[in-house]
């Protein structure tokens, strides 16, 4: 049976060039004394405006872990998949994110939602949840509401599971539920009664993504109240804990926190709830690599930095094509953007310090940042004049894609240290 480790952080890029620096950053957390497993993944939405296979991945990482000597265990994540997409991941992938988002609020059929809340009287009342002095509440409204919103979306996650599982065999893969790509955040209540119809639903998941309160932007900062955050985040840690010992899921099941990266404000309150309920989190990260690259690039200067100014032009140009299937996870305000002509006279450390997220810096944009972010379709109508910049410059970017990995993501979260 795969079982997913404890600590586990989802990287990847979207030209499927830095897997090595990325697994040197795991490496380097080794040898801090704490062992992250990397998950290379890419989304399908990803691959469709890329244009490149899921066996891409797979194979990046397995050169990465051949050459590198990496002795733990890696998977490869098919990233935000559903029935209709999941078909070219099965056979490169061993970690798979059920995305469910879109099924959430669909009405299920009335006999089943009725046989969820006949079999799940348990579930009303006040539940005590050990390890946390706050108890979460569920009146039979609240019950019957929950159980008609997200029971199809789960009933659909089943399918997905089934068909997985009927090409790969149980206990072969890794299953994540994710709901994080809608407007509404799901409370602890919610979260628990939801992993009750996932256990109904037989998936064995290991990992799932609730949306949480506050905004995820790509690339930036949480947006919320952190304090709030950190309740919430124990709290959710706790109804997991709770719904392994009632429902039967596995032992290992815990939190998956997508768009993770740069959410440097909420990470110290993701490391105390772990430490608090001894359990660990999948961070996601791995979009921030392209913008690792970009900064490598412009840092190289000459040719590197031309080519990066003539990649913010373009998705400045078409920010609205760009923006539009990430809408519910950027915020770019329009008039913080510098216009083309301003950031071709830029020199490199004008912009690399625009686009590194570095808060402390005055000269950090950060709807520059975003809007970069999902700039990577003008990269990948490049073709190769951007492949062959990226691996003249391999040097430059590697420190980058390793550095902004360890230091800002793996050191805080997982060994609660600040970035040096
Ligand atoms: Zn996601």
Not at 282 to 288: D, E, N, S, V, Y
Request: glycine share 8%; hydrophobic share 40%; with cysteine.
């Amino acid at each position: 049976m795969l079982t997913l480790g404890k600590y586990s952080i989802g990287v990847g890029d979207r030209f499927a060039h830095q897997a090595k620096a990325q697994l040197e950053a795991c490496i380097l957390g080794v040898k801090a004394g704490v062992d992250v497993v990397p998950v290379w993944n890419k989304s399908n939405r990803e691959h469709l405006i890329i244009g490149s296979e899921p066996s891409s991945v797979r194979a990046a990482a397995d050169a990465a872990v051949a050459e590198l000597g990496w002795k733990l265990p890696y998977y490869c994540d098919a990233d935000h998949i559903n029935l209709s997409t999941v078909e070219r991941f099965l056979a490169p992938c061993d970690f798979y994110t059920m995305d469910v988002a879109d099924y959430i609020a669909k009405p299920a059929e009335q006999a089943s939602i009725d046989n969820f809340i006949r079999k799940h009287s348990e579930l009303k009342g006040t539940i005590r949840l050990e390890g946390s002095t706050e108890p979460i509440e569920i009146s039979a409204e609240l019950l019957s509401q929950t159980a008609a919103k997200f029971l199809f979306a789960i009933q659909e996650a089943g399918k997905i599971y089934r068909t997985i599982e009927a090409a790969k065999g149980k206990g072969r893969f890794i299953s994540e539920v994710s709901m994080d790509e809608t407007d509404f955040a799901q409370t602890p209540a919610e979260l628990l009664i939801i992993l009750a119809a996932i256990a109904d639903e037989g998936i064995p998941i290991q990992t799932i993504a609730p949306k949480f309160s506050g905004r995820f932007n790509k690339g930036v900062d949480y947006v919320g109240d952190t304090a709030k955050f950190a309740q919430e985040m124990s709290l959710d840690m706790a109804a997991i804990r709770h719904a392994v010992a009632a429902y039967g899921l596995p032992g290992n099941l815990k939190l998956s926190v997508h768009s993770g990266s740069d959410k440097f404000s909420i990470y110290p309150a993701i490391y105390a709830s772990m430490k608090e309920f001894d359990t660990g989190v999948h961070l996601k990260t791995a979009g921030t690599n392209w913008l690792e690259e970009l900064i490598g690039l412009a840092e190289s200067g000459g040719d590197g930095l031309a080519l990066a100014k003539e990649i913010y032009a373009e998705a400045y140009a078409h920010s609205a094509e760009l923006c539009a299937p990430y809408a519910t996870v950027i915020d770019i305000d329009p008039t913080k953007l510098p216009a083309p002509a301003e950031v071709n006279g830029w020199t490199s450390e004008q912009y690399t310090s625009a686009l590194r997220h570095d808060q402390r810096s005055p000269a950090y944009n950060q709807s520059l940042r975003q809007l970069l972010h999902v700039g990577f379709k003008v990269a990948a109508k490049m073709g190769p004049r951007y492949l062959g910049l990226l691996e003249a410059n391999e040097a430059v970017i590697a420190k980058n894609v390793t550095g902004n990995l360890y230091e800002r993501h793996i050191k805080p979260v997982f060994l609660g240290q600040s970035a040096s």
